[in-house]
Each structure stands twice: as C-alpha cells, then as structure tokens.
C-alpha cells in the first residue's frame, strides 16, 4: 500500500535503492543502465563522491538561508563560476529549483524588463512547435507541444507558434540546410508582421530540441538569422537550455556551437546532476541593469531559490564539467556513442533518422523508411519501446506526437557522461533488443 501519488495510477514502478556509476539497482538487485540520464539529469552518474561530499559539508555548516534577508557562500561561487563560462554579455543568476522554474523566472523578467524601459505594450511570446518548455503555466504557455498543451490551454499565456527547425520532416528536395534554415527562420519575421513587433516581448526556443523532438538540432545558420531578426524589432532571445545544456551536447552552454548570443537563457537538469533540485535564469547585463536602475526589484521569487545546499552541490559539478574537463569527454563519448548507434540502426528498417550532438541523441522511428511514414498513434509504439527496454535492464526516454504532438514516434539518449565504450555496446545491445520486441 502506498500513499504516493505517482505519475501514472496504473502503474507500480520497482523502488531504486541505490546508484553506481552509470546504474541504478532497484529493490529486487536488478541493474538497469541509465541510458537517458533519467530525463537528462545525471551527467555525472549516481554515485559521485565529490559531489554528495559537498553536500554534507554544506549541511553540516548551513542548510537553508532565506534569500529575502541572506545570500550564501555556495551561491557566490557558483554564480561566479558560471558567469566565467556563460555567453558573452551574459553577466547575472538567478537560481531557483528546477527547469520549469527557471523558464517561468525567464519569461517574467523579460515582461518586467520592458516595463521597466517604458515599453508596456509587449505582452505576448513567440516560441515554435514541437517545443517543450516546462509544466508550470508560464513555461506551459510557450510550449509547443498539443498533447501537454491542451487541457490546460484556457489558463496559458498569450503566445503564437512557428514551425520547428525540424530537418528530417521539414527541408524540401532541392533545398541546402543553409536554405531551410534561413526559410523556417523567417517565419519569425512573419509572425511579428502579423502580431505587431511592438506587441512582443521575446521569442522563446531550444538550441537542440529534447523531448518532444528527440534531440534534433538546429541546422547551420538558423539562430544566427533569429538573433538579427529579434535584434532588428527589440525582442528578446530567450534560450531554453534545461535539458540540453551543461555539457550535455559536448559545450557547455548549447548555444556556443551556433554562435548565438542569447539575452537570458535557462539551465537546469545536469546543473546539479540530480543530486539536489536546482536550476538557473542567467540574463545580459543590458536587463540586470534596467531592473538596477528603475524600480530595482524583480517582482519574482520563490521560498527555495539560491538553496546553498543545492548550490554547493552545483558548484561541484559545473567544476567536473568544465576544470574537470567532462564536457570533453560529453563531445568525445559523444562521437563514440553516434558511431554505434549508426552502425547498429542505419539501415534499421525502422528506423528513419538518428540526430543529435554529445551525449544528446535521437532516433525517429517510422514505420516505412523509405516515405519517413510514422505508425499509426494508437500502436503507442514508444510506449512498447520504453517497456521492452526497461525490462532488457535500460532506462531511455521514448516519446509519442514527434511530428505534431499526435503522430511519430523517437527514442532519445542522454547517458552520464561517464559512460564507457564498452557500456555504450551494451546500450546499443539493449535498444536493439528492446526494438526487436516492440517492432513488428
């Protein structure tokens, strides 16, 4: 009997009782790989000693300090370490506890941010479908995602859609990923024609889509384009890195392989790589300082933000990740991990694309390779993926609706960057088991 009100009510998962390295053990002694990093959370893997070390120290000094009346020695030093690797003109932190946080906090600075330079008339957002951008309303709002989206769509946010930069589904015969790119970013400049510039406050996107796409990237030039479209009307770029960032594509902040500059961006998931719930809105300097110089409040906050437990916890890893160089290792176990996946599915007869950067990767699944034609929504194909694979002894991250939140079906992968050649073999030897079960 349990008191736990789980994700799905007709559904008993197995208890987890303890990590090592790249596995969890459940209560029965079963390993599972974590192949997905659970939802692209433990860069480090389960068991880093450093890391669950500092969290004791920090304990043992000072659990909790209400930001209202303190700041705290591990909230200094991880916003300085930040900030040292952050894009350029990116220059503050804002910490809360998690991505959805995080977004929410992004998306109120950037409509105080113009109330505060006198410009009260933005209102309004722009992100592009197939996006996933958290669960709480704010963040829910400029997702893109139909199926998250539509019970609660009378309470949201007032925000248009464009369409993804979706290679694999969206570049027309003829056409170079240069040209696609520069064709889907400007149905950004279209859709502020059609709501009014005046009336936006920012347009909101993933550098490498996550979940509801499996880990597709954009294609060259695409953000370059979007920054000179948001810069020519006063908006806003907001960069949502939750899931793909802190090393997770192989750089530390995602963006950098575009060579785009956002005004704010969002981080969490491998921040704190799931040893304490923690999350982060860094913003420019140019929106730090209107909310300096005007009313000097940011009207935003929650009991948590700035935890120096969790942001002892943090500073550790974003120290593995950058000093101790793992984000290296993200890009090169990354190549490592591509290599396999195409050898073992390239010409899977099911499988129609595998995309991704680092230690991010997807894999579309389509029932006729040759027309990209997906299975029809009532197989739940990756529900039967996902299943097959937890019982195989590997945790993924399938999903369903890749195409238009209804149809498609992708896996995606974000393993710990700790990962091994020799526990990639096993990854790819257990997904293929898993597909060769799921798939008729």
């Known amino acids: 009997m349990t008191h736990v009100f789980p994700r799905h009510t007709k559904a008993r998962p197995p208890v987890a009782l303890r990590g090592e390295g790249a596995y969890i053990i459940d209560e029965t002694g079963k390993r599972y790989l974590d192949g997905s990093g659970g939802a692209a959370v433990s860069c480090l893997g389960h068991s880093d000693p450093d890391v669950t070390q500092a969290i004791k120290d920090q304990a043992d000094r000072i659990a909790f300090a209400h930001t209202g009346f303190f700041t705290s020695e591990p909230a200094e030093r991880l916003a300085d370490r930040l900030i040292a ?40 957002f722009i992100a592009r479908r197939q996006s996933y951008h958290g669960n709480t309303l704010g963040a829910l709002g400029t997702g893109g995602n139909l199926w998250r989206r539509e019970p609660f769509a009378p309470l949201m946010v007032e925000t248009s859609h464009i369409a993804p930069c979706y290679e694999y589904r969206g570049r027309e015969a003829g056409e170079t990923p240069e040209e696609y790119g ?48 948001c810069d020519r009307h006063g908006i806003l770029l907001i960069l949502d890195e939750v899931m793909c960032g802190m090393g997770r594509t192989g750089t ?44 000097g409040f940011f009207q935003h906050g929650h009991t948590y933000i700035g935890h120096p437990v969790a942001c002892a916890a943090a500073d550790v890893v974003v120290g593995k990740l950058t000093d101790g160089g ?33 230690m991010f990767r997807g894999l579309e699944i389509v029932e006729d390779r040759a027309t990209r034609a997906p299975f029809a929504p009532e197989r739940a194909i990756h529900k039967a993926v996902k299943a097959a694979a937890f019982e195989a002894g590997l945790i993924c991250y ?15 992968l974000a393993p710990p960057f700790i990962l091994e050649e020799a526990q990639i073999g096993e990854l790819v030897d257990k997904l293929a088991t898993a597909l060769r079960v799921a798939l008729p």
């Not at 003109?89 to 330079?117: C, D, N, P, T, W």
């Not at 490592?336 to 950067?357: C, K, S, Y």
């Not at 238009?404 to 992708?410: F, S, T």
């Open 398 to 412: 399938p999903m369903g609706g890749t195409i238009d939140g209804r149809q498609g079906d992708h896996v995606l």
């Open 252 to 295: 530390l902040f995602a963006c950098e392989q575009d060579g785009v500059r956002p005004d704010i961006v969002t981080i969490a998931k491998g921040l704190g790589a799931g040893y304490q719930p923690i999350g982060a809105m860094l913003c420019s300097g140019a929106i730090y300082a209107a909310i300096e110089g005007g009313s």
């Open 85 to 124: 690797h952050a894009p350029e003109g990116i220059e503050r932190v804002y910490f809360v506890s998690g991505g959805s946080e995080a977004v929410e906090a992004a998306l109120k600075l950037a409509r105080q941010y113009f109330l505060e330079i006198g410009e009260p008339g933005r209102t309004r």
């Open 182 to 229: 520069l064709r889907v970013a400007d149905e950004l400049e279209a859709e502020l024609h059609r709501v009014g510039p005046e009336s936006v406050i920012a347009f909101v996107a993933e550098p490498v889509v996550g979940a509801t796409l499996g880990a597709v990237p954009a294609v060259p030039g695409y953000f370059k384009r979007i920054r000179e479209i």
């Open 326 to 358: 793992m984000t290296a290792r993200a890009a090169r176990m990354g190549a490592v991990l591509e290599r396999a996946l195409h050898e073992a599915f390239g010409q899977h007869p099911h499988i129609g694309d595998i995309r991704g950067r680092g």
